[in-house]
């Protein structure tokens, strides 16, 4: 079977409209791209869409037209994270001459160590929204606190009801992992010709899940990953995922 890039999104970005012509999505990126920049900065707590406007260089509306609220586009940013992590693994696995099974597990692995280390917003959002602030619901919306001047409250131009338009509005990214499971698994199984059965998908994920966490424990002990702790990581998935990718 011959290994085929997967570079087309699978999952619905959390988008209110999609952009049409070029134009717009250039201004979407810049968006996202300035939002991705601000998390590192202040952090999701602090974030908001008027300063990713105002960073990013556009009207506080054409925010609106694509998002209702910061965890609608901080959604779409780690979405986007995911089809860029799957494009880098892609073109890894790709130009990785006499591929097997520890070298295709060392692609997954290092390429999601680089971009914690070299993509921003990624050490906070890399393919999920980070838990609801107090007063915050899920869909990122503003509770109804007395005296809330939040801009995602403030009725600026382009804020419209969540759901309203085009396609809708989605305020999260249903279970990350398994998310990123189902994309690594395809890789897997098309660059090693490998069927992509019940059994892979199981191991894929609970390796996703292992490593998420390991991977957690290295930027916590060192803010550029601890190499001993990565090095551990990789013997654990070369143990548990070699053997069924063989």
Do not use: W
Request: glycine content about 10%; hydrophobic content about 40%.
């Amino acid at each position: 079977m011959d290994p085929v890039p997967q570079t087309r999104p699978q999952t619905a970005p959390a988008l209110r409209r999609a952009p049409v012509q070029q134009r717009s999505a250039e201004r979407l990126a810049r968006i996202l791209d300035a939002c991705a920049v601000l998390l590192d900065e202040t952090g999701y707590e602090r974030l908001s869409t008027r300063a990713v406007a105002v960073r990013a260089g556009v009207p506080i509306g054409s925010v609106y037209r694509f998002f209702g609220n910061k965890r609608a586009m901080v959604a779409a940013l780690a979405l986007r994270n995911l089809d860029r992590y799957a494009e880098r693994v892609s073109e890894r696995l790709a130009a990785t001459p006499l591929l097997d099974a520890h070298g295709a597990i060392d692609g997954v692995l290092d390429e999601f160590i680089a971009m914690k280390r070299t993509v921003p917003g990624f050490a906070l959002v890399d393919f999920g929204v980070p838990a609801a602030l107090p007063g915050e619901a899920s869909d990122g919306s503003p509770g109804s606190t007395p005296g809330n001047t939040s801009d995602e409250a403030s009725g600026a131009e382009g804020d419209t009801a969540i759901g309203d338009g085009e396609g809708g509005s989605r305020g999260e990214v249903e279970d990350p992992n398994r998310l990123v499971a189902e994309r690594i698994c395809g890789l897997l199984a098309t660059h090693l010709g490998r069927p992509a059965d019940e059994e892979l998908h199981r191991k894929v994920l609970v390796g996703v899940e292992t490593a998420d966490a390991l991977v957690r424990l290295a930027f916590r002990a060192d803010p550029a990953g601890d190499p001993a702790l990565v090095d551990e990581t990789r013997l654990l998935l070369h143990a548990y995922l070699g053997p069924s990718l063989s």
